[in-house]
């Protein structure tokens, strides 16, 4: 079973403030590891993706991927009310005939405060 | 930027009327999809379309789920005969490759089933 888990929030931090989102994920085959970002009433916006285990940094943006304990984390630096949105965690997998599609976490809702 | 721009942005019908959900991909991708969000819940694969036909669906995607492409631009989602548990958002995406990190979404449709 290909499962992800992201706790839905709300989570409340000041402007400025380093904010840290987090997901599980339990099944092996999982390859790609993808943060989107979705205003409400609009589609998913992909942020960032990264392969292997380690940091992938782009601009305030840093993916993180544990591949030894699941885990999966998107931290913002320097965090800016435009920044308030749910923030969805995604991961691809493959299997023989190629890409199985995107698992989806519940998404985080994250809210900046002036 | 290229969009993949659905319309409507809101249906309402009623219980057991056909519904078709439209969308545009973007004009030189060859790969689409069509993803549902029930409120307060995570985005789900329905079904991804390449060369005119289903490449792959899920147990969503049931007899009363249809996807066509008529004309070489519009890609639509029909539902026969809709339910109560069909109101959600449904998001179209297109994709140059088959890889999910390379898909772009729509804004979505929010459908309601009164």
């Known amino acids: 079973q290909k499962e992800v888990e992201q706790d839905p929030g709300p989570l409340s931090v000041p402007e400025g403030a380093i904010v840290s989102l987090n997901c599980t994920y339990s099944?092996?085959?999982?390859?790609?590891f993808m943060w989107y970002r979705q205003y409400s009433r609009k589609g998913p916006e992909l942020l960032m993706y990264t392969y292997s285990s380690g940091n992938k940094e782009d601009g305030r943006f840093t993916a993180q991927v544990d591949k030894s304990s699941k885990y999966i984390s998107l931290f913002i630096r320097d965090s800016q009310p435009s920044d308030s949105a749910t923030y969805l965690c995604a991961i691809e997998s493959y299997s023989g005939g190629g890409a199985d599609g995107l698992t989806f976490g519940k998404g985080t809702h994250l809210i900046i405060q002036p | 930027e290229p969009e993949v721009t659905q319309t409507p942005s809101h249906q309402v019908t009623q219980m057991g009327q056909e519904v078709i959900l439209r969308c545009v991909p973007i004009s030189n991708h060859l790969y689409f999809y069509w993803y549902r969000q029930i409120l307060g819940q995570k985005v789900e694969f329905l079904v991804s379309f390449y060369n005119n036909e289903i490449s792959e669906k899920s147990e969503i995607f049931d007899d009363q789920f249809s996807v066509e492409r008529p004309d070489g631009s519009n890609f639509t989602l029909k539902i026969r005969s809709t339910k109560l548990e069909d109101s959600a958002m449904y998001f179209c995406a297109s994709s140059i490759t088959p890889a999910p990190r390379d898909y772009t979404f729509g804004s979505g449709t929010r459908l309601t089933v009164v």
């Open positions: 099944n092996s085959a999982f390859q790609y």
